[in-house]
């Protein structure tokens, strides 16, 4: 997961890694850095993903 206007990890450091792991990521607008000053206090979409993940592993 990445956001558009992360000031501590550079979108493009994070579209490199996952392009390098062939791994899909998300890209949220606006989102900062996931932190609790960033107005993170829950991780809903995250929590989404890995349930999913969790519930559809082969």
């Not at 997961?1 to 890694?17: E, Q, R, W």
């Not at 792991?21 to 607008?29: H, I, Q, S, T, W």
């Not at 989102?31 to 107005?39: K, L």
């Amino acid at each position: 997961m990445s956001s558009a206007n992360d000031y501590i990890v550079p979108t493009k450091l994070t579209d490199n890694l996952a392009q390098k792991l062939n791994a899909d990521y998300y890209r949220k607008k606006e989102s900062g850095h996931f932190m609790g000053i960033d107005g993170y206090k829950t991780f809903s979409l995250l929590f989404t993903l890995l349930n999913y993940l969790l519930k559809n592993k082969k």
